[in-house]
């Protein structure tokens, strides 16, 4: 069944839409990520504009966010104080976001910054998380191997305007929640994801907080984030398509619910290589057409008179 | 009284174009995938046709809003491939065909072309575009390659059919990425590489229903649109997950 999207001005199928929905939906589920990283790409490949592309994946994450904290805070697992701080910053990045993502735009580099963000950074922590969790996945054999401190002092823990956060059971300055929180929501803006794959890890290495709180408390902040993403690029922009949106979220909403079952079945070490072997598989598709001499090297965009 | 008829000849020997079109709107709705339409017309004349002039040829173009686009080049830089050299031309239309009865260049002097302006190449204006770039022709070549290729640009030398010189019809496929607006179907008659009539009609092409609603809503009230997003994804989310857990229990 064809169907005309009112915003990205092109008619695709309604059932591919769905299906895109419903895979990246498994996917999260299994994972425990928003989506928002493989729903962009796979927006481009099918022909949506890359700048609606962006703004509907930030409202496709609102709903698989909200309905993946609303599991999570049943079982206690979502630091309100910490998750308002990385909110704190979150804004102020993704104001920053939308604005370099206008300029961009009318410097016709979007499609070029947008890719080349995707794969610097899905590059990046891919081989991160590969190489992490093939040591764990190997560590786990040795039984008697000796076992990493989860929580480290370093120089994060030396810096002024200290707060407490009762949840995770620390007493750390605000400054580093707060730049992890902008440069995510930065990354929101500009790629279009909620960042759950830059802000998991980074709350863990980063600021040592307790696994059981790290998941809820970010996808806590990304509701927020990906929220005033969507209403920026709304406003700044028009770009969020209402009806493109409502597909990816019914398709992925049934394919969530399939993906977490399969999940629960995997050791957390199979699932994290594979969800790596995927981001690492995403960066390379976008930069082999970087690499790759296009068939057609012109473009035509329209312009304002 | 033979050479009264020869001098009446030439005015008796008018020939006019009565044209008609299968619908002079094109609604997009939700399920818009493209339409077809039907252009036909008959030439009416008050005498028969003259025997010692050209064969009667019909040109049909259809037309959708011209706006300014920019054409850009992807060079490599530093490994990768990137946009880098660019123009502006000043007004290219967003769709145009043009259905004829022969080859353009057999039925079409150069200097109607130039005064009808009817081929693709003479309803791109791309005035001062040389001083912008050092091959502006090859943007220009590279902006009717591209939307040819998205369907927008279409020749269709020979799709007009013409039926004892008198009737004729051709089909032109309007694709799915339509621009709104409207669209100027012009007609043309011609003998011997010369237009002898023309005539204009107009097909307007417009969102309609939910599609008109949606789009409105985000250019009006943009950041209302934004809000209602955001409802709707909250809606399904929090749906989602209280579907899920009567499912479980």
Redesign the interface.
């Known amino acids: 069944?064809?169907?005309?999207l009112?915003?990205a001005?092109?008619?695709v199928n309604a059932f591919l839409i769905l299906g895109l929905g419903g895979i990246v939906g498994f996917l999260s589920g299994m994972f425990g990520v928003g989506g928002g990283f493989l729903i962009t790409p796979l927006l481009f490949f099918i022909g949506v504009p890359p700048a609606v592309a962006v703004a509907t994946g930030a409202?496709?994450v609102?709903?698989?966010?909200?309905?993946g904290v609303?599991?999570q805070l049943r079982r206690k697992g979502v630091d309100f104080t910490m998750g308002g701080v990385l909110l704190a910053g979150g804004v102020v990045g993704s104001i920053i976001g939308v604005w370099v993502f206008g300029i961009m735009t009318r410097l016709?580099?979007i499609?070029?910054f947008v890719q080349l963000s995707y794969v610097i950074f899905l590059g990046l922590i891919g081989a991160m998380m590969f190489q992490e969790s093939v040591r764990s996945l190997l560590r786990s054999r040795k039984a008697n191997a000796p076992i990493r401190r989860s929580h480290v002092h370093s120089w994060v823990h030396g810096l002024p305007f200290k707060m407490k956060f009762r949840a995770s059971g620390l007493y750390i300055s605000v400054i580093p929640p707060v730049l992890i929180g902008a440069a995510v929501g930065f990354l929101s803006a500009i790629m279009g994801v909620g960042g759950g794959f830059i802000l998991v890890p980074a709350m863990i290495y980063l600021l040592g907080m307790p696994t059981k709180v790290v998941i809820g408390t970010s996808l806590f902040q990304i509701i927020f984030v990906t929220?005033f993403t969507?209403?920026?690029?709304?406003?700044n922009s028009?770009t969020?398509d209402?009806?493109l949106?409502?597909l990816l979220?019914?398709g992925g909403?049934?394919g969530?619910?399939m993906g977490t079952r399969v999940g629960v079945r995997l050791k957390a070490e199979q699932l994290r290589i594979l969800l790596s072997l995927l981001v690492l598989t995403v960066s390379i598709r976008i930069a082999f057409d970087?690499?790759?001499?296009?068939s057609?090297?012109?473009?035509?965009?329209?312009?304002?008179? | 009284m033979v050479v009264l008829l020869a001098l009446a000849l030439p005015a008796a020997a008018q020939e006019v174009i009565v044209a008609g079109m299968s619908q002079n709107r094109v609604s997009i709705t939700a399920d818009f995938d493209g339409s077809e339409i039907l252009i036909y017309g008959a030439v009416k004349r008050d005498a028969p046709p003259p025997e010692d002039v050209g064969a009667l040829e019909v040109i049909v173009t259809v037309e959708g809003p011209s706006t300014p686009v920019a054409v850009r080049r992807k060079d490599r830089v530093v490994g990768i491939w990137i946009n880098n050299a660019s123009v502006r031309v000043d007004s290219a239309p967003s769709f145009y065909a043009v259905a004829t009865t022969g080859p353009l260049d057999h039925i079409l002097s150069d200097v109607d072309n130039l005064r009808y302006g009817i081929t693709i190449e003479r309803m791109i204006r791309a005035i001062g575009i040389s001083d912008e770039a050092d091959q502006a022709g090859e943007f220009v070549l590279a902006l009717l390659r591209v939307r040819t290729n998205e369907g927008r640009y279409r020749v269709l030398e020979g799709k007009v059919e013409l039926t004892e010189d008198t009737l004729f019809r051709t089909d032109v496929v309007l694709p799915a990425n339509l621009t709104e607006g409207e669209y100027k179907v012009r007609l043309f008659l011609l003998r011997d590489k010369r237009v002898i009539a023309s005539q204009e009609r107009v097909i307007g092409v417009r969102k309609e229903g939910l599609e008109r609603f949606v789009f409105n809503l985000a250019q009006e009230q943009p950041l209302i649109y934004g809000l209602v997003s955001l409802v709707l994804a909250a809606l399904a989310g929090w749906g989602a997950s209280a579907a899920f857990r009567l499912i479980r229990t």
């Open positions: 069944m064809q169907l005309y009112p915003i001005e092109v008619s409202n496709q609102v709903a698989s966010s909200i309905s609303l599991a016709g580099q499609d070029l929220s969507t209403v920026a690029h709304a406003v028009q969020v209402m009806m949106a409502l979220i019914l909403v049934v969530a619910q970087l690499l790759v001499r296009p057609e090297l012109y473009s035509v965009a329209g312009v304002l008179p």
